[in-house]
């Protein structure tokens, strides 16, 4: 059995003062009923703010990007062990927004995976198509490609306590949600794949879905039998809406 993970990615917004308030919310509305672990991607800069705002606390923090170097002349990264000296369990990867404004490659995104795993953070790595590609019908190949990426350069142990996010370009940001026939259909085909190479590894893996998740249609899709949980954006920057996605799992 899968635990349903509920994963905010707050992308680059809030204020010291926001953020705060925004914990205090969740922490205050997060109960037992809820069958869900919860995280929280923070821009870096608030990272130390959060590390300290969630001690005790049974949220989990996470990252949005990390460098896909250890140390050297980077300016302006941060590394996957700078992360680790933070408590931060997850780091997404790969995200799309990385992928189309930061010209991030697979094999980067490999390596960038790696990197976390060496220091025992969980890689969420994002995969998903375009409209365009939906439109050609290649969904399918496109997301596999993603995934096969870190599978070839690291093997598929690599993939052992990882996420996977499906988030469909299309439906980040834009209020158009994939509906849950659809983001099955994509969740069943990466667990067909990870079953190509490791059985436990695919009944284990958490596949979260990703795109305009809302308190509106957040059961739905969590009642898919390959959704196990939600990356979101949007939503994850008000606690009540937040919260109420994490009641729906
Ligand atoms: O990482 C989160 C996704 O990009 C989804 O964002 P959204 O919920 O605002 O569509």
């Not at 390596?111 to 969904?139: A, H, N, W, Y």
Request: proline residues 3%.
């Amino acid at each position: 059995m899968r635990q349903t993970l509920i994963a905010g990615n707050w992308k680059l917004n809030g204020t010291k003062q926001s953020i705060i308030e925004l914990l205090a919310g969740i922490s205050a509305g997060l109960n037992n009923s809820m069958n869900a672990s919860v995280a929280v991607c923070a821009p870096y800069i608030y990272v130390p703010l959060v590390e300290t705002a969630l001690k005790d606390s049974d949220i989990s923090l996470g990252a949005q990007d990390v460098s896909a170097h250890t140390s050297g002349a980077y300016t302006g990264e941060v590394s996957a062990s700078m992360l680790a000296e933070f408590s931060c369990e997850y780091c997404l990867v790969g995200h799309s927004e990385r992928r189309s404004l930061h010209i991030e490659t697979d094999a980067e995104v490999a390596t960038k995976f790696k990197m976390l795993k060496d220091q025992g953070i969980t890689p969420v790595l994002c995969v998903g198509e375009s409209l365009e590609e939906r439109d050609q019908g290649v969904t399918e190949d496109v997301v596999k490609q993603q995934i096969l990426a870190v599978i070839d350069a690291h093997g598929i142990s690599a993939l052992e306590n990882a996420v996977i996010a499906y988030e469909p370009v299309w439906a980040i940001g834009t209020g158009r949600t994939a509906t849950p026939d659809q983001a099955q259909e994509v969740h069943a085909s990466i667990r067909v794949l990870l079953e190509s190479f490791d059985k436990t590894i695919a009944e284990t893996t958490q596949i979260l879905y990703g795109g305009s998740m809302n308190p509106a249609n957040a059961s739905a899709l969590l009642a898919m039998p390959d959704i196990d949980g939600g990356l979101i954006g949007g939503a994850s920057l008000k606690a009540d809406d937040f919260l109420a996605i994490c009641q729906a799992a």
